[in-house]
């Protein structure tokens, strides 16, 4: 009896919980949320919540939560049907939130302090509650890294560690990270300040929740450093899981370091020429460059010589200047190196031009003249005649054999070294040439429109001394030189002698004299286009004939209508006899040039056609 209670005691369980199994649901009630939403600062950001109830009612509520500092806090709700959503008034998110008929959470703008737990809550009374936990995580870029170089003089020689510089990267979220960079290859991330480099990074919060990243770079710098380029960058998180960043301004290192080897140059390129100006650069591979001490060595006598920065100027330079010339760098962190250069001076040089015979030459036309010219020089030179821009002759010597007028004039030697660019030196001599004066022949007669036009002529001639001119006739002169040669123009009047005889011009001097005719003719044919002095005159001419032959056209037109008129007269009072007869020669053409006119009255051929009578003139 005992043993039949208890199997059906236990049927009686098991029944039991297998009604409760088939007759209720186990998803009455679910919620599905994103875990994270990602959102720029400033942006919109959406967080979406699905939601399922199996007895979907108006008095079912959904419900977002914000969680802060380990409490929640509603922010928006919406009833599951029929009703609109709301947003709680007084919390931070207020008029910012807003809960859309699927569910989701929309907040804009989006603030750094958002990056809160928002939870989604559904409440569905008998069926349940349920709710999903959504993190929303805040991104803002920050700003390009700066800088700030230290000011500290760093030596190589300093056995402690010198500060570098800081690097600053402000308003990002979340936390950045400062990278610093030598010659493009990152440094390690050093914090132990007993270590040759290391970093001291820092990282602060602002009041408006952004990081402000920084780090100070420590180094014991070597003299290579010296062009190393440095720059730290900051890196950052972005959304989707981007990783970023930013460079700053690269900056080198301004570094004391003591010299090891010493220079000792000429800047002037090429070969060095007297007059010229010369600098002799001592310098060495430390910095900053030491002091310098420069010596000129004379005659095994040492001369202490005035440099500045490393720099002995010779201006203008002699040829006395040639020579050894030592310099020594006074660097004293560098005691134990021999700082010591020399190097030898070379100066290009030119005597004088020296010309013989000197001073003006002065010969008579037809002998011979020879010139000689010499200089010294430092290196191979090269002398060279020349008259005007010609070359006369290629040698230190000159001979001008039977010389002429046209010899005279202006001779120049050019002495020049090849091997030194711009060294030349040069003298002159002014060669003068006697005689009688000579007549440049004229080129032709002299024109003019018509007797009494004034008339310019020119006559040229050379010889030494200057000649003078005699014009006869005379009129207004002018004389001028030109080179060897002296010209004098005249201008006068062309007479009716002057067109007969012409104008003669002689020149003399202490030697003779000469004479030479000069033709004045009246032009002929004067090409079209040419200026006329009188082409107003000959215009007015014209238009004067135009007007007279005019007057005589009309004169005979006014004769013809008045002959015509009297032989009218004369046929109408009948007294000029015209035949019949004489009417058909005329109409048979037998009068051969003599001219007929037949003049007839209008009356009478009317009166004789009223009358039926013959006209007058044929009766």
């Known amino acids: 009896m005992e043993k039949m209670f208890s199997v059906g005691l236990t049927s009686l369980l098991l029944l039991w919980c297998l009604q409760g199994c088939w007759c209720k649901d186990p998803a009455t009630v679910s919620v599905e949320v994103s875990r994270t939403v990602e959102v720029m600062k400033g942006h919109s950001a959406i967080l979406p919540c699905a939601v399922t109830v199996r007895n979907p009612s108006t008095s079912n509520i959904l419900e977002w939560f914000i969680d802060e500092g380990g409490k929640r806090h509603r922010v928006a709700f919406r009833p599951q049907l029929g009703g609109e959503g709301q947003s709680d008034q007084g919390t931070r998110l207020s008029g910012r939130v807003t809960i859309w008929s699927n569910f989701s959470l929309s907040i804009s703008p989006v603030h750094v302090e958002d990056e809160k737990n928002f939870t989604c809550q559904m409440t569905a009374g008998p069926d349940g509650v349920a709710e999903g936990t959504t993190e929303l995580r805040v991104f803002v870029e920050p700003e390009k890294p700066e800088v700030t170089v230290t000011s500290q003089v760093i030596s190589v020689t300093d056995p402690a560690v010198s500060e570098v510089g800081q690097c600053v990267s402000r308003n990002g979220h979340p936390k950045p990270r400062i990278i610093w960079y030598k010659d493009s290859q990152p440094l390690p991330e050093v914090k132990d300040s007993n270590q040759m480099m290391y970093m001291v990074p820092s990282l602060a919060r602002e009041a408006s929740g952004l990081y402000t990243a920084s780090s100070t770079l420590y180094l014991k710098p070597k003299k290579e450093d010296r062009e190393s380029i440095f720059h730290c960058k900051v890196e950052y998180n972005m959304t989707s899981g981007q990783i970023m960043s930013k460079d ?39 910095y900053p460059q030491p002091e310098f001490d420069f010596v000129f060595v004379e005659e095994g006598k040492e001369v202490t010589m005035q440099g500045r920065a490393g720099i002995l100027a010779l201006n203008p330079v002699k040829r006395v200047d040639a ?15 021999d700082l010591t250069k020399i190097l030898t001076l ?25 010139l000689f010219c010499k200089t010294k020089a430092s290196a191979d030179h090269t002398l060279q005649w020349r008259k005007g821009s010609e070359v006369v002759s290629e040698t230190e010597s000159l001979s001008l054999k039977s010389v002429s007028y046209s010899d005279a004039g202006e001779y120049i030697c050019v002495g020049s070294v090849p091997s030194v660019p711009g060294l030349h030196k040069q003298a002159n001599v ?42 006869t006739p005379s009129g207004k002169e002018s004389v001028e030189v030109q080179g060897n040669k002296v010209i004098s123009t005249v201008t006068l009047e062309a007479t009716a002698a002057v067109l007969e005889k012409g104008v003669t011009c002689q020149v003399a001097n202490t030697f003779g004299t000469e004479t030479m005719e000069f033709k004045v003719v009246i032009k002929q044919d004067a090409p079209s286009g040419s200026a006329d002095p ?49 009417k058909k020669d005329v109409a048979a053409g037998e009068v051969n040039n003599d001219i007929v006119v037949e003049m007839k009255s209008e009356k009478a051929n009317e009166e004789a056609g009223l009358l039926n009578k013959r006209p007058a003139a044929e009766q």
């Open 248 to 286: 700053s301004a690269p900056f080198n290192l301004t570094l004391h370091y003591p010299a090891e080897h010493v220079t000792f140059s000429i800047k002037s390129p090429g070969p060095i020429k007297e007059g010229d100006t010369v600098e002799l650069k001592c310098e060495t591979d430390g």
């Open 346 to 370: 070379s100066i290009h040089y030119m005597d004088p031009v020296m010309i013989t015979p000197a001073g003006p030459v002065t010969v008579d036309v037809g002998e011979d003249v020879d």
């Open 430 to 471: 002014t060669l003068t040439v006697s005689g009688s004066p000579k007549i440049v022949e004229p080129s032709g007669p002299a024109e003019v429109q018509k007797e009494g036009d004034q008339v310019t002529l020119t006559c040229s001639a050379q010889g030494h001394p200057a000649p003078q001119f005699t014009w």
């Open 323 to 337: 020579g050894v010339y030592r310099c020594e760098a006074l660097d004293f962190d560098a005691a134990e190196v």
């Open 534 to 582: 009188n082409s107003t005159d000959r215009a007015d001419r014209q238009q004067g004939g135009s007007s007279g032959v005019v007057i005589a056209v009309v004169v005979c037109v006014l004769l013809l209508l008045l002959l015509v008129a009297i032989l009218y007269f004369l046929q109408k009072n009948r007294k000029l006899p015209c035949g019949k007869q004489d």
